[in-house]
T-cell receptor, first 109, second 115 residues
Framework: AQRVTQPEKLLSVFKGAPVELKCNYS??????LFWYVQYSRQRLQLLLR??SRESIKGFTADLNKGETSFHLKKPFAQEEDSAMYYC???????????FGKGTHLIIQP | NAGVMQNPRHLVRRRGQEARLRCSPM?????VYWYRQLPEEGLKFMVY????????ESGMPKERFSAEFPKEGPSILRIQQVVRGDSAAYFC?????????????FGEGSRLTVL
């Protein structure tokens, strides 16, 4: 069975500090991993996907198959980064994304 | 494009009543997904539908829950004889079915409270 684990329910960092939101997954095949974000009073939306190897709003995430991780990183946090972040896995087939429980990121001024 | 529209946004039901949640996908999207979010939990996949077809319902409880996506009109998630444990936020998402795999567009959710 596929599973996504986000060990931190809440992460609070100061503005300008580096941010790392952890995500570990369990899946026997070759997964596709995603980060979704929900800003206050907004809908859940896609932030980035590992297959694109892109940087969005300064965030990057590298898939580490050896450690089965897909941590989200940003070198210098900004106040507007405060949001709920969800890691998600697509395991292939017709089923939907499997989401982690989410991490609430708070950037303090 | 108004995005994925869900209604009602809030629904209160007494135990034993029926709850119907509606979802209109984004224009041009033919794939609909329903997720449930219980308090303090993440989003749990329930069902994936295309027009007139249920593709994957592996996340749906075996009893009382059903979903449909008719040829015309919104997708409907129906919960019969609701119990307190059904209280949750129910999110609908849609995708075009082509292009960027895994990119889902979410609605604002419908919050069900069972008294």
């Amino acid at each position: 069975a596929q599973r996504v684990t986000q060990p931190e329910k809440l992460l609070s960092v100061f503005k300008g500090a580096p941010v790392e939101l952890k995500c570990n997954y369990s899946y026997s095949g070759s997964p596709e991993l995603f980060w979704y974000v929900q800003y206050s009073r907004q809908r859940l939306q896609l932030l980035l996907r590992h297959i694109s190897r892109e940087s969005i709003k300064g965030f990057t995430a590298d898939l580490n198959k050896g450690e089965t991780s897909f941590h989200l990183k940003k070198p210098f946090a900004q106040e507007e980064d405060s949001a709920m972040y969800y890691c998600a896995l697509l395991g292939g087939g017709a089923d939907g994304l499997t989401f982690g429980k989410g991490t609430h990121l708070i950037i303090q001024p | 494009n108004a995005g994925v529209m869900q209604n009602p946004r809030h629904l209160v039901r007494r135990r034993g009543q029926e709850a119907r949640l509606r979802c209109s996908p984004m224009k041009g999207h033919s794939h609909v997904y329903w997720y449930r979010q219980l308090p303090e939990e993440g989003l749990k996949f329930m069902v994936y539908l295309q027009k007139e077809n249920i593709i994957d319902e592996s996340g749906m409880p075996k009893e009382r829950f059903s979903a449909e996506f008719p040829k015309e009109g919104p997708s409907i998630l129906r919960i019969q004889q609701v119990v307190r444990g059904d209280s949750a936020a129910y999110f609908c998402a849609s995708s075009p079915g082509t292009g960027r795999i895994g990119e889902l567009f979410f609605g604002e959710g419908s919050r069900l409270t069972v008294l």
